[in-house]
C-alpha cells in the first residue's frame, strides 16, 4: 500500500462511507469490534451469491492528475467490468472535516463474476491511486467485515485485521460540501489560476486562457457608472431583458463567459469539475477586467456573472435534496473578496412548467447541465435555492411570467431605486 493511501489510515474508524444508490445516499462505517449491530441498508439487499468492492481515488499531491484519474475511471470500469456488474458513486469522509472527502466507486457483483471483478482491481493498485477493499459477510449474513487489498499481491489482505462494517448516522449535510471550496466553486484569482496553470502540461488550450488572464486583479479600473448583472435559468427572458436594457440605458451589454473564452468552452466542459470550474472561475476575472473598462464610460449590463458558476457548480456536487445544499450563511456562499462586486443582481424566476414551454419553443441546443434541468427537478430545486442563498450581493428576484415590457418596468424601478439612473 502506497504512503499516500496509508495516511488515510491512522483516523480510518473515524470515517463515514457513503453510497449512492438510485440516487440516495447510504452510509456506513467501520469498527474494530462489533457490538451487535445492525447490517447497514447498503448490504441488506445483497444476495448471498453476490460480492462487493469499493475503489476510492485517494489524493496525491498532484490534484491535477488525481481529478482527471477519477474522471477516468468511471469509464475504464464500465468498459472492462461484467455486464452484470453494478456500479454506484462513493466516497469516504471525515465528518466536519473540511477536504477530507476521498470519491470512489462500489462494485457489486456475484461469484460467477468475482473473478474478473477482481483481476481488474488487482491491476487497479498496482498501478494507480486507489484503495480497494472487499467486503464478506459472516455465514449468518448478520455481519459484514471490510478488507483492504495490498499492491503487492492479486488477493485480498488485511492490514491487520479486517473491520466489522455498522451503520452510521447521516451527516448534517451532504459530504460533498466538505470539498466545494477551492474544487467546485474557486473564491480568489490565485486559485483558480494555479489550477489551470497546472494543466497547461497536459491541456495545451490551457495556456491559451491564461494568455487572455489580466496581469494583476488589483489593476482592474473601477467603473464610474452602475453594473447590473441579470441572472436566471434558461428561457426565464435573461436574453429579452439584457437587450431591453441596453437599448434602454444606452448600456454596454456583456455576456459572460467573455466571448474570448467561447473557443475552449467545449474543451473545458470534458474536464473533471476542478478543471471546468477554475476555467469558468477565470472567465469572471475577465469579464470584471471588462466590466471596468466599459464601465469607466457607460453602464454595464451583465448576462450572467459569479452567481451561475458558483449556483450550478454546488447543486452539481450535491446530490439529493435542497436540505443536504451547505445551510444558509455557509461559506461557500460568500463572494469572492477579490473580484468585482456588481451594483445589482437581479435574478429571474419562472414557473418550471412555462419555462419548458418556452425551451420547447426556442428548439435551441443545451449544455448538459441545462438538460440536466429540465428533467431533473430537484436539480433545478438545488441551483434555485443556491442562487438565492448567494451573498455579497445578494440576488433581487425578479418573477419574469408578465409580459417581457411589464419585466422591464419592474427591473427599471429596481435599477433606479438602487443605482439611480
Not at 21 to 45: C, I, M, Q, S, T
Not at 246 to 261: I, Q
Not at 320 to 334: I, R, T
Request: include cysteine; charge should be neutral.
Amino acid at each position: 500500500m502506497s504512503k499516500h493511501a496509508m495516511s488515510l489510515l491512522p483516523r480510518w474508524c473515524s470515517r463515514v462511507f457513503s453510497v449512492e444508490l438510485n440516487g440516495a445516499p447510504f452510509y456506513f462505517a467501520v469498527k474494530e469490534k462489533h457490538l451487535g449491530e445492525d447490517v447497514p441498508r447498503v448490504f441488506r439487499e445483497v444476495q448471498n451469491r453476490d460480492k462487493c468492492y469499493s475503489v476510492l481515488v485517494y489524493c496525491s499531491r498532484d490534484r491535477i492528475k488525481t481529478a482527471k484519474f477519477y474522471g477516468e475511471l468511471k469509464d475504464k470500469l464500465l468498459r472492462d467490468l461484467p455486464p452484470e456488474c453494478r456500479l454506484s458513486p462513493m466516497s469516504s469522509f471525515l465528518p466536519k472535516v473540511r477536504d477530507s472527502l476521498v470519491k470512489g466507486y462500489f462494485l457489486k457483483g456475484n461469484s460467477d463474476t468475482s473473478s474478473p471483478i477482481e483481476r481488474l482491481l488487482s491491476d487497479l493498485i498496482q498501478h494507480d491511486p486507489v484503495l480497494v477493499c472487499s467486503y464478506s459477510p459472516a455465514e449468518d449474513g448478520q455481519q459484514w467485515t471490510q478488507h483492504m487489498w495490498s499492491e503487492t499481491a492479486s488477493q485480498v489482505m488485511d492490514v491487520a485485521k479486517g473491520y466489522y462494517v455498522v451503520p452510521s448516522e447521516a451527516p448534517e449535510y451532504h459530504p460533498s460540501t466538505l470539498n466545494i471550496i477551492n474544487s467546485d466553486v474557486f473564491y480568489s484569482f490565485d486559485e483558480a489560476y494555479d489550477v489551470m496553470k497546472k494543466c497547461g502540461d497536459i491541456i495545451p488550450e490551457a495556456k491559451a486562457v491564461l494568455e487572455l488572464l489580466p496581469s494583476r486583479v488589483e489593476a482592474r479600473n473601477k467603473p464610474d457608472f452602475p453594473v447590473i448583472v441579470i441572472e436566471g435559468l434558461d428561457a426565464t427572458g435573461k436574453t429579452t431583458l439584457t437587450e431591453s436594457l441596453k437599448d434602454t440605458l444606452g448600456a454596454t451589454l456583456l455576456p459572460s463567459p467573455p466571448e474570448c473564452l467561447s473557443p475552449w468552452r467545449a474543451r473545458f466542459d470534458q474536464e473533471p469539475p476542478l478543471i471546468r470550474r477554475a476555467f469558468y472561475a477565470l472567465g469572471n476575472y475577465i469579464s470584471a477586467d471588462q466590466i471596468g473598462l466599459k464601465g469607466t464610460k457607460t453602464p454595464v449590463i451583465v448576462d450572467r456573472f459569479w452567481h451561475s458558476t458558483a449556483a450550478y457548480a454546488i447543486a452539481t456536487a450535491v446530490s439529493g435534496p435542497v436540505c443536504n445544499l451547505p445551510g444558509e450563511g455557509s461559506e461557500v456562499y460568500c463572494w469572492p473578496s477579490d473580484l468585482f462586486q456588481p451594483s445589482l443582481v437581479v435574478l429571474l424566476t419562472l414557473d418550471p412548467e412555462e419555462r419548458k414551454r418556452r425551451l420547447r419553443n426556442r428548439g435551441q441546443g443545451k449544455t448538459d447541465e441545462e438538460e440536466e434541468l429540465d428533467h431533473n427537478q430537484l436539480f433545478r430545486l438545488r441551483v434555485e435555492e443556491a442562487y438565492r442563498r448567494i451573498s455579497g450581493p445578494a440576488c433581487v428576484t425578479v418573477d419574469a411570467s408578465p409580459s417581457a415590457d411589464r419585466v422591464l418596468q419592474q427591473v427599471l424601478l429596481l435599477i433606479r431605486g438602487k443605482c439611480h439612473l
